[in-house]
């Protein structure tokens, strides 16, 4: 598992997340684990590395 720093779209608090290298293109809904409030990630890994990373807020 990798882990990863970034700022929540909504909150703007810096969160972390374990992200599955062993899945090459990955795009789920994951909620913020300060505001609780959705996140739309899109990540994408490159021989176990991470090349590509985005984290956008869903309106509600």
Same mark, same amino acid.
């Given at each position: 598992?990798?882990?990863?720093?970034?700022?929540?779209?909504?909150?703007?608090?810096?969160? /972390?997340?374990?992200?599955?290298? /062993? $899945? /090459?293109?990955?795009?789920?809904?994951?909620?913020?684990? $300060?505001?609780?409030?959705?996140?739309?990630?899109? $990540?994408?890994?490159?021989?176990?590395?991470? $090349?590509?990373?985005?984290?956008? /807020?869903?309106?509600?």
């Amino acid at each position: 598992m990798h882990e990863h720093y970034f700022q929540c779209p909504h909150c703007f608090q810096e969160i /972390s997340m374990l992200l599955d290298p /062993s $899945v /090459s293109r990955q795009e789920y809904i994951e909620d913020c684990e $300060v505001c609780c409030n959705p996140i739309e990630l899109q $990540v994408e890994f490159e021989e176990g590395e991470l $090349v590509y990373f985005e984290a956008n /807020s869903i309106e509600q």
